[in-house]
């Protein structure tokens, strides 16, 4: 059995995550049950996996002890830490793309913070301060107020230590088409890595599906626990290495 380029980490403790695409059955020396068992121990590492249904009821009970700032805040947080840490050229700006919901408002606390950490960031926005929701705007105008500035679009397709996809969410249902096509075009154009927030824009977090155009994404943070369209149908060819941090929500309660 091979296993997937994928992996996923949650805390300090990096797993590998087996990829179906190059795991064989034999059935001619596999009886059924052993063939169950044999996929039980296959996915038995895994840390949870929630339709997005289910994390928004996660989300919607951690407001009530956390506040949703908070937890925006939290995810933004985790991810430029982890952006920070990885083996990347400092001397290169970051290129962040922050999109028009809740996942654009991640891309500027993750903005924020690098910032802060000296490092030269860049922000691609794609979409209207006045229809932010009231966390993305608070996201958005702690960015302003720090001294960032926005760009409408990548000015180069090198030069760029990291590029930050915060364009689309789990919320996504509906092709990528337009501005937001170009975007993704202009994102797996340039010669960086790339780093998804929560799942790599255009593809379907519940099936995994690519709707029109998708991020091909080095490595994806999700948040809370693993979506079932970051291991299904396309989504390992884009998610690249998976990251989960939960945020500090006990999903098992």
């Known amino acids: 059995m091979e296993t997937a380029k994928a992996n996923y980490t949650c ?20 009886t059924v049950h052993q063939t169950i068992a044999t996929m039980s121990q296959l996915f038995a590492s895994l840390p949870p996996i929630y339709s997005c249904d ?10 009530v002890d956390a506040g949703s ?10 991810a430029a830490e982890f952006a920070r840490d990885l083996p990347i ?12 919901g809740n996942n654009g408002g991640d891309a500027f606390v993750v903005a924020r913070h690098l910032r802060q950490w000296w490092h030269k960031v860049e922000v691609v926005f794609a979409g209207e301060r006045d229809r932010l929701s009231t966390d993305a ?21 090198n ?19 337009g501005v937001y096509a170009e975007l993704v075009r202009q994102i797996n154009a340039i010669e960086a890595p790339v780093l998804a927030l929560d799942i790599p824009t255009g593809l379907h977090a519940d099936s995994g599906r690519v709707l029109n155009q998708a991020v091909q994404a080095d490595h994806t943070m999700t948040f809370i626990a693993l979506k079932p369209g970051l291991l299904t149908l396309d989504g390992p060819d884009h998610c690249g290495e998976i990251h989960v941090r939960d945020l500090g929500i006990d999903v098992e309660q």
């Open 11 to 30: 805390g300090l403790a990096p797993a590998r995550i087996p990829d179906p695409r190059g795991f064989t059955l034999h059935s001619s020396t596999l």
């Open 54 to 63: 289910e994390i928004r009821s996660l989300e919607t009970i951690a407001r």
């Open 89 to 100: 050229d400092s001397r290169k700006p970051i290129l962040i793309f922050a999109g028009p």
């Open 137 to 157: 705007g608070h996201a958005f105008d702690a960015w302003r107020a720090s001294g960032g500035e926005l760009l409408t679009g990548a000015q180069n397709t």
């Open 69 to 78: 700032e908070s937890l925006m805040e939290r995810a933004g947080l985790a």
């Open 159 to 177: 030069g760029y230590a990291l590029v930050i996809d915060g364009l689309f969410g789990i919320g996504l249902q509906r092709d990528v088409r």
